[in-house]
């Protein structure tokens, strides 16, 4: 797994506030559409509507993993069936077969809801990958319990691969704990062919109540995401539905 830059350690995740106490608001949103606003130099390298699946993880601290991959495919378990925790990449690209078939996934604990996909659905969407001209990102996030992450955008440039979420309320009828906090995985879809050993990590971002910008686009105003029926569900300038559906209908 590629390490992090200095410059990018320094990077704080954005968007971070207190949370409610409780699941009391409809707050819609899903994956941002791709906005009608002018195109940067480096759209090449920026996926706004990627392929993704995540998993949910409930009652999770900071450092706990789920899943993980072994970076070179000949590591394989112990004659007990187990790896090395040190061995486990849980963070990454993913970028041949051999190596994706190395994907591990510990079903106990994990989330059966309305914002979380099966480990079976992330096993055959791992298995559907084309790495002639696609590579996979394996990323853990902590989320509260009584929020969902949605994946805004994927960029990858200078060498540096980055993700952006945005974090909505759950649905009102969610039953969920305030200082309850969930482990989330994202295995999201790069439509290029990228080298593991020449792309680095880059820094995470979460947009609160909005899907996170993509390069070009920071700066611009970014209203917060109502419940629909309040007001206007669409952003008048950046064309942006405030209750975009996932690809599937479902919000995750």
């Known amino acids: 797994m590629p ?41 090449d390298h920026v996926a706004l509507d990627p392929e993704y699946v995540t998993l949910r993880a409930s009652d999770y601290e900071l450092g706990d993993r789920f899943a993980w991959f072994l970076a070179d495919p ?22 041949d077969r051999a190596t994706a078939e190395t994907l591990t996934i510990e079903e106990g604990g994990v989330a059966d809801t309305e914002i979380s996909d099966s480990p079976e659905a992330v096993r055959e ?13 394996l990323h853990h996030e902590l989320t509260d319990e009584c929020y969902r992450l949605v994946l805004c955008h994927v960029s990858w440039a200078d060498r540096e691969v980055e993700i952006r979420y945005g974090r909505f309320l759950r649905d009102h009828d969610v039953a969920c704990e305030a200082d309850a906090r969930d482990g989330h ?9 990228l080298d593991p050993k020449r792309y680095e990590l880059g820094g995470t971002g979460v947009g609160n109540g909005h899907c996170f910008p993509p390069p070009g686009e920071r700066g611009r105003p970014t209203p917060p995401v109502t419940a629909p029926g309040t007001t206007a569900d669409t952003d008048a300038e950046a064309g942006t539905p405030a209750d975009a559906a996932s690809r599937d209908g479902r919000t995750r």
């Open 3 to 43: 390490p992090f830059t200095r410059r990018r350690a320094l990077q704080a995740a954005v968007g971070l506030a207190a949370g409610f106490a409780g699941c009391n608001d409809s707050s819609g949103g899903g994956r941002s559409p791709t906005p009608s606003a002018p195109r940067g130099p480096d759209d």
């Open 74 to 95: 000949a590591d394989r378990p112990t004659d007990g069936g187990t790896v090395d925790r040190s061995d486990r990449q849980t963070r990454g690209l993913i970028a």
């Open 125 to 137: 969407f791992v298995a559907a990958t084309d790495f002639d001209r696609e590579t996979l990102y």
């Open 185 to 193: 995985l994202t295995v999201v879809r790069i439509p290029a062919a």
